[in-house]
């Protein structure tokens, strides 16, 4: 099994950064490769993909809309995988969740990835 646990969201203004942390956990999580992903989602509308990075954390590929503004990474021996928030606008309003696929590559397809965690919340005010 995988635990993994969200924090750092919150209130913001536009303009402002924010950086979320994942924990990652759990026997399976230990032993395995695991790609890891933050993934977003507002009411009404599906979860979309943000940023991925590779099992080594040497390659990473984010969406369009928050390529240059946000960076993943990862800490192997802790376990944690954090998102840099920069420059965040209104739009970027929304839950954030993590999210973990077994293997080395990357994922950018919601169906990939295997476990979640309950996400946390991130406001941008205008």
């Known amino acids: 099994q995988v635990q993994l646990v969200e924090s750092g969201g919150g209130l913001v203004q536009a303009g402002d950064s924010l950086r979320l942390s994942c924990a990652a956990s759990?026997?399976?999580?230990?032993?395995?490769?695991?790609?890891m992903a933050w993934f977003r989602q507002t009411p009404g509308k599906e979860r979309e993909f943000v940023a991925t990075?590779?099992?080594?954390?040497?390659?990473?590929y984010y969406a369009d809309s928050t390529k240059g503004r946000f960076t993943i990474s990862r800490d192997n021996a802790k376990n944690t995988v954090s998102l840099q928030m920069n420059s965040l606008k209104p739009e970027d309003t929304a839950v954030y969740y993590c999210?973990?696929?077994?293997?080395?590559?990357?994922?950018?397809?919601?169906?990939?990835?295997?476990?979640w965690g309950q996400g946390t919340q991130v406001t941008v005010s205008s």
């Open positions: 999210a973990a696929a077994p293997g080395v590559t990357y994922y950018t397809q919601r169906n990939n990835y295997r476990y």
């Open positions: 990075i590779s099992y080594s954390g040497r390659t990473t």
């Open positions: 759990g026997p399976t999580f230990s032993n395995t490769a695991m790609a």
